[in-house]
């Protein structure tokens, strides 16, 4: 079982998130994260730091963000490990 990031990050990338991560399984695409399933632990730590309110647990993910699970899946594979927060972070006011 994962976490997954939901349409709520895309175009923000604040990686609070990241920094929190004990297991390190955040990937940074273009223009939003990804929660690597194979490597996240199930710890929910991530959750309350997202300041978009965009993870949740697989199982809870709201219907219209169904997708967004074989996103992250799919997108994890391709995209670069995110450690910290960096410059490139695309944070937006919410």
């Not at 923000?12 to 990241?18: D, S």
């Not at 929660?35 to 965009?54: L, S, Y």
């Amino acid at each position: 079982m994962a976490y997954v990031v939901a349409e709520p990050c895309s175009g923000c990338k604040y990686a609070n998130c990241v920094v929190v991560c004990p297991a390190e399984c955040f990937r940074e695409g273009r223009q939003m994260l990804y929660i690597h399933p194979g490597e996240c632990i199930d710890c929910a730590a991530c959750v309350p730091e997202c300041p978009t309110r965009a993870i949740y647990h697989e199982h809870d993910l709201p219907k219209d963000w169904i997708p967004f699970r074989d996103l992250n899946a799919t997108m994890a594979r391709q995209c670069a490990a995110i450690r910290r927060r960096t410059s490139r972070a695309l944070a937006r006011n919410v």
